[in-house]
C-alpha cells in the first residue's frame, strides 16, 4: 500500500508539469461541443451544463485481514460495480460540483493455507461536493469534502461463535479530482484521477473479545461505536480512468480502482486492500 | 487565484505527506509458516485471548509462561507437521479446558480428562429401557418426553444444538401439565447453543431472573476484562412449570448445558441431581495458525447468580452415580434418586 500511496503522491506531484505539455490542445478543446470542454471552469453556455455518469465493472484481487476472525490475511478474487454521478451544483455557482459515488462489490477469499474461506461484501454511498478550478485549459483540479456510508461483512466459513464481522462506518474526508483533456487520432481524449480520502470518522466494532451473543442476544455495548482517523489507520480510495470517446455523449472508460479501508479500533485490526481494473461507459448528457 | 491553488495543493500534498509518514499499514504479524512460526502464533493466540489464566492459576497452577519455555525447546524445523500437531495438543491440554481444540486434517486435539477421570453414569440401554419403543415417547427438536408410570414427567434433552420453538416447548408443556413433578435430563448433552438452554430454563422462571453474568476481553492482557454484565432469563410466554424439578446431570454435561444447570441451580423448585458438570463455562472463539490448523479457546468467561465461576463443572445438591451393580440390574440409580425426591416431596 505503501507503493501505492507513494505512486499517488508523485503523480499529484507532476500534475502541473503534465499540463503545462498540453497547452498546445487548449485552443481547440475549447471550441469543440464535447464532455471536454463543458467540462472546464467557464461553461460554453449560461444554460447548459453536463450531467456525467460512469458505470464501471471492476474485477480484481481483494487482501482481507480481520483479528476478530483470523490473525492471517486471506486473498482472492474480488468483483465490483461503480455508479458515479456528478453534475453543476447550481447555475449560479458552475466551478462547483456535487459528485454521487456508490460502489458495491464481493469477494471470495482464500486462508494462506487455502483451506478455509472467507466471503466479504460491501455497499458505500459517498456524496462529494468539488470546487473546480482550471489550472490549464486542458488541465483542471477539484477538491472539496465527502462524506461516505459503508456497510459490509466479512463471513468465516470456519468460525463457530465469531463466524463473522459486520461493518457500519460513516466517515468524513477529502476528495480531489484531477482531469486531464488530450487530443489523439483526432479524438478527444480524457483521463481522470480521482482520490478519496476518509480522515476521520465512527464505526461499529465488537470489542476485542466481545461475542455477537452479548451484543445481539443480550443487547450488551461495550465501546461499540469508535472513532477512526486517518492518522490512526489511513484509508484511501483511488479511481484512474481513461475516458475514449465512442458515440457522442457515451465514453469507453478504463482505468485502475483501489480501496485502501483499514481500522485499529478496539485492539482489533482489520485491513481490506482491494485492486481492480474496472472497465465500463461514461454518458454525458448536457441539461437545461 | 495561483496563491489560492497553491494552497489547495499544499494542503492535498500536507495530507497525503503527513498520512505517509505518521502512519502505516494496519497489518499483524502472524504470518511465518514455519514450525516456530506455527509455535509462537498458537502460543500468542492463547495467550492474548484466553480468558481462564488467573481463575486456572488459582484452581491448579497454571502458569502460561512457564508453558512457553517447557514446550519451546521441543519445536525444531525438521520436525514433522505429526510431530509439531503432537506438541502443540500437549501444550492446550496444560489448560485443562474442553473448549480449547486444535484442528488439523488428520486429528482434533480435545482434552477429555474432564469426562475421562470420572464415572459414565450413563447409559443408552437405560435411557431405552426408560424411554421404550419409539412409539412409546413423543420426539420434538431432539427433545424426547413421556409420562412416567409414577406421573412424573420424563424430558431428555441429549444437544442444544437445536434451539425447540415456542410451540414446541408449549405442546411439551401441555402434555406434562398433569404431572406430579418434572425430570429434565441433560446427562451426555455437550452443549450448543446458549440460546436454546435459555429458552429452556425460561419455563422455570416467573419473572426476569439474573441467572448468570459473562464477561469478555478488552485487549491482550490476562485481566483486560469488561465488567460483568448479567445474563436476565425473561419467563416464556406461555404454560410454565410451577411443580418440583430435578436436573440430572454428569461429567459429559458441558458447556451450553453446563449453563443451563448454572440458570437452573438457584432456582428454588430445581433439585440438581447426579455428578458434578463438566463444566466449559467459557463461550468458545475460533481462530487459526499460519499452517491453517484451526484453534479452539475459551474467550468470554461466564459465572453463575452469585459470581461463581463454573468452568470447572457444578457440584450436584444430591451426588449419586450409577455403580456396576445397578448398571448389571439395569437400574439407573440417579433418575430413580430423581424420582424419590420428587414423589417425597408431594
Given at each position: 500500500?505503501?507503493?501505492?500511496?507513494?505512486?499517488?503522491?508523485?503523480?499529484?506531484?507532476?500534475?502541473?508539469?503534465?499540463?503545462?505539455?498540453?497547452?498546445?490542445?487548449?485552443?481547440?478543446?475549447?471550441?469543440?461541443?464535447?464532455?471536454?470542454?463543458?467540462?472546464?471552469?467557464?461553461?460554453?453556455?449560461?444554460?447548459?451544463?453536463?450531467?456525467?455518469?460512469?458505470?464501471?465493472?471492476?474485477?480484481?484481487?481483494?487482501?482481507?485481514?480481520?483479528?476478530?476472525?483470523?490473525?492471517?490475511?486471506?486473498?482472492?478474487?474480488?468483483?465490483?460495480?461503480?455508479?458515479?454521478?456528478?453534475?453543476?451544483?447550481?447555475?449560479?455557482?458552475?466551478?462547483?460540483?456535487?459528485?454521487?459515488?456508490?460502489?458495491?462489490?464481493?469477494?471470495?477469499?482464500?486462508?494462506?493455507?487455502?483451506?478455509?474461506?472467507?466471503?466479504?461484501?460491501?455497499?458505500?454511498?459517498?456524496?462529494?461536493?468539488?470546487?473546480?478550478?482550471?489550472?490549464?485549459?486542458?488541465?483542471?483540479?477539484?477538491?472539496?469534502?465527502?462524506?461516505?456510508?459503508?456497510?459490509?461483512?466479512?463471513?468465516?466459513?470456519?468460525?463457530?461463535?465469531?463466524?463473522?464481522?459486520?461493518?457500519?462506518?460513516?466517515?468524513?474526508?477529502?476528495?480531489?479530482?484531477?482531469?486531464?483533456?488530450?487530443?489523439?487520432?483526432?479524438?478527444?481524449?480524457?483521463?481522470?484521477?480521482?482520490?478519496?480520502?476518509?480522515?476521520?470518522?465512527?464505526?461499529?466494532?465488537?470489542?476485542?473479545?466481545?461475542?455477537?451473543?452479548?451484543?445481539?442476544?443480550?443487547?450488551?455495548?461495550?465501546?461499540?461505536?469508535?472513532?477512526?482517523?486517518?492518522?490512526?489507520?489511513?484509508?484511501?480510495?483511488?479511481?484512474?480512468?481513461?475516458?475514449?470517446?465512442?458515440?457522442?455523449?457515451?465514453?469507453?472508460?478504463?482505468?485502475?480502482?483501489?480501496?485502501?479501508?483499514?481500522?485499529?479500533?478496539?485492539?482489533?485490526?482489520?485491513?481490506?486492500?482491494?485492486h481492480q481494473f474496472v472497465i465500463g461507459i461514461t454518458r454525458s448528457l448536457l441539461?437545461? | 487565484?495561483?496563491?489560492?491553488?497553491?494552497?489547495?495543493?499544499?494542503?492535498?500534498?500536507?495530507?497525503?505527506?503527513?498520512?505517509?509518514?505518521?502512519?502505516?499499514?494496519?497489518?499483524?504479524?502472524?504470518?511465518?509458516?514455519?514450525?516456530?512460526?506455527?509455535?509462537?502464533?498458537?502460543?500468542?493466540?492463547?495467550?492474548?485471548?484466553?480468558?481462564?489464566?488467573?481463575?486456572?492459576?488459582?484452581?491448579?497452577?497454571?502458569?502460561?509462561?512457564?508453558?512457553?519455555?517447557?514446550?519451546?525447546?521441543?519445536?525444531?524445523?525438521?520436525?514433522?507437521?505429526?510431530?509439531?500437531?503432537?506438541?502443540?495438543?500437549?501444550?492446550?491440554?496444560?489448560?485443562?479446558?474442553?473448549?480449547?481444540?486444535?484442528?488439523?486434517?488428520?486429528?482434533?486435539?480435545?482434552?477429555?480428562?474432564?469426562?475421562?477421570?470420572?464415572?459414565?453414569?450413563?447409559?443408552?440401554?437405560?435411557?431405552?429401557?426408560?424411554?421404550?419403543?419409539?412409539?412409546?415417547?413423543?420426539?420434538?427438536?431432539?427433545?424426547?418426553?413421556?409420562?412416567?408410570?409414577?406421573?412424573?414427567?420424563?424430558?431428555?434433552?441429549?444437544?442444544?444444538?437445536?434451539?425447540?420453538?415456542?410451540?414446541?416447548?408449549?405442546?411439551?408443556?401441555?402434555?406434562?401439565?398433569?404431572?406430579?413433578?418434572?425430570?429434565?435430563?441433560?446427562?451426555?448433552?455437550?452443549?450448543?447453543?446458549?440460546?436454546?438452554?435459555?429458552?429452556?430454563?425460561?419455563?422455570?422462571?416467573?419473572?426476569?431472573?439474573?441467572?448468570?453474568?459473562?464477561?469478555?476481553?478488552?485487549?491482550?492482557?490476562?485481566?483486560?476484562?469488561?465488567?460483568?454484565?448479567?445474563?436476565?432469563?425473561?419467563?416464556?410466554?406461555?404454560?410454565?412449570?410451577?411443580?418440583?424439578?430435578?436436573?440430572?446431570?454428569?461429567?459429559?454435561?458441558?458447556?451450553?448445558?453446563?449453563?443451563?444447570?448454572?440458570?437452573?441451580?438457584?432456582?428454588?423448585?430445581?433439585?440438581?441431581?447426579?455428578?458434578?458438570t463438566g463444566g466449559g463455562a467459557g463461550l468458545p472463539f475460533t481462530s487459526e495458525?499460519?499452517?491453517?490448523?484451526?484453534?479452539?479457546?475459551?474467550?468470554?468467561?461466564?459465572?453463575?447468580?452469585?459470581?461463581?465461576?463454573?468452568?470447572?463443572?457444578?457440584?450436584?445438591?444430591?451426588?449419586?452415580?450409577?455403580?456396576?451393580?445397578?448398571?448389571?440390574?439395569?437400574?439407573?440409580?440417579?433418575?430413580?434418586?430423581?424420582?424419590?425426591?420428587?414423589?417425597?416431596?408431594?
Amino acid at each position: 500500500m505503501r507503493n501505492l500511496l507513494r505512486t499517488l503522491f508523485i503523480s499529484l506531484l507532476f500534475l502541473p508539469v503534465t499540463a503545462q505539455a498540453q497547452q498546445d490542445a487548449e485552443t481547440k478543446l475549447n471550441v469543440s461541443v464535447d464532455s471536454a470542454a463543458i467540462l472546464t471552469q467557464t461553461p460554453l453556455s449560461g444554460t447548459l451544463h453536463e450531467v456525467r455518469h460512469d458505470h464501471l465493472l471492476g474485477f480484481g484481487s481483494n487482501n482481507v485481514l480481520d483479528t476478530y476472525l483470523s490473525p492471517l490475511c486471506y486473498k482472492g478474487f474480488s468483483v465490483s460495480y461503480l455508479y458515479r454521478t456528478q453534475s453543476r451544483l447550481s447555475r449560479k455557482s458552475p466551478s462547483w460540483r456535487i459528485m454521487g459515488n456508490y460502489a458495491v462489490d464481493f469477494s471470495s477469499l482464500d486462508a494462506p493455507a487455502d483451506n478455509v474461506t472467507e466471503w466479504d461484501g460491501n455497499l458505500a454511498a459517498a456524496l462529494i461536493l468539488h470546487r473546480r478550478f482550471r489550472i490549464l485549459p486542458s488541465l483542471s483540479a477539484s477538491i472539496g469534502p465527502m462524506f461516505e456510508a459503508i456497510a459490509g461483512f466479512t463471513y468465516n466459513t470456519r468460525n463457530g461463535n465469531n463466524p463473522a464481522q459486520g461493518r457500519v462506518a460513516l466517515n468524513g474526508g477529502v476528495s480531489g479530482v484531477a482531469e486531464w483533456h488530450f487530443k489523439l487520432f483526432g479524438k478527444h481524449f480524457s483521463s481522470h484521477i480521482q482520490v478519496d480520502m476518509p480522515i476521520l470518522g465512527l464505526m461499529f466494532s465488537p470489542n476485542y473479545g466481545q461475542s455477537y451473543y452479548e451484543i445481539f442476544s443480550l443487547k450488551q455495548y461495550d465501546h461499540n461505536i469508535c472513532l477512526n482517523h486517518a492518522f490512526k489507520a489511513p484509508q484511501m480510495r483511488l479511481l484512474a480512468t481513461l475516458h475514449i470517446p465512442m458515440w457522442r455523449h457515451i465514453d469507453l472508460v478504463c482505468g485502475y480502482h483501489a480501496d485502501i479501508r483499514q481500522s485499529h479500533v478496539n485492539n482489533l485490526k482489520a485491513h481490506r486492500w482491494q485492486h481492480q481494473f474496472v472497465i465500463g461507459i461514461t454518458r454525458s448528457l448536457l441539461m437545461f | 487565484m495561483r496563491i489560492l491553488l497553491l494552497n489547495i495543493y499544499k494542503v492535498c500534498y500536507g495530507i497525503v505527506l503527513s498520512t505517509l509518514l505518521l502512519t502505516s499499514c494496519v497489518t499483524e504479524d502472524y504470518t511465518d509458516n514455519s514450525k516456530r512460526g506455527n509455535f509462537e502464533t498458537f502460543w500468542n493466540l492463547i495467550d492474548q485471548h484466553y480468558c481462564f489464566f488467573d481463575y486456572k492459576a488459582q484452581q491448579y497452577g497454571l502458569d502460561w509462561d512457564k508453558v512457553y519455555s517447557q514446550y519451546s525447546p521441543a519445536i525444531k524445523e525438521s520436525m514433522s507437521q505429526t510431530e509439531l500437531f503432537e506438541i502443540l495438543a500437549k501444550m492446550s491440554y496444560e489448560l485443562r479446558d474442553g473448549h480449547v481444540n486444535l484442528r488439523a486434517s488428520h486429528d482434533v486435539a480435545r482434552y477429555g480428562a474432564w469426562f475421562d477421570d470420572y464415572p459414565m453414569n450413563y447409559s443408552d440401554s437405560l435411557e431405552r429401557k426408560l424411554l421404550g419403543r419409539t412409539t412409546e415417547h413423543r420426539q420434538t427438536c431432539n427433545i424426547s418426553y413421556k409420562v412416567l408410570e409414577d406421573n412424573i414427567g420424563y424430558v431428555r434433552i441429549p444437544t442444544f444444538e437445536t434451539e425447540a420453538g415456542n410451540g414446541n416447548l408449549e405442546q411439551i408443556m401441555e402434555y406434562l401439565m398433569q404431572c406430579n413433578g418434572l425430570i429434565v435430563d441433560v446427562r451426555n448433552n455437550g452443549g450448543g447453543m446458549l440460546s436454546a438452554a435459555e429458552k429452556m430454563a425460561s419455563l422455570f422462571v416467573n419473572e426476569p431472573t439474573t441467572v448468570a453474568y459473562i464477561q469478555h476481553k478488552r485487549g491482550t492482557g490476562h485481566n483486560d476484562f469488561s465488567n460483568p454484565e448479567p445474563i436476565v432469563l425473561e419467563p416464556f410466554e406461555g404454560l410454565r412449570w410451577q411443580k418440583k424439578v430435578c436436573v440430572l446431570t454428569n461429567r459429559r454435561t458441558y458447556s451450553a448445558a453446563n449453563s443451563f444447570v448454572m440458570y437452573m441451580r438457584y432456582l428454588p423448585q430445581v433439585t440438581i441431581v447426579g455428578d458434578v458438570t463438566g463444566g466449559g463455562a467459557g463461550l468458545p472463539f475460533t481462530s487459526e495458525l499460519p499452517n491453517g490448523w484451526g484453534v479452539r479457546f475459551s474467550a468470554c468467561p461466564m459465572y453463575d447468580a452469585k459470581m461463581q465461576s463454573t468452568e470447572m463443572g457444578i457440584a450436584p445438591d444430591k451426588k449419586v452415580d450409577i455403580s456396576q451393580a445397578d448398571y448389571a440390574r439395569s437400574v439407573d440409580t440417579i433418575l430413580e434418586t430423581a424420582r424419590d425426591i420428587l414423589k417425597a416431596e408431594n
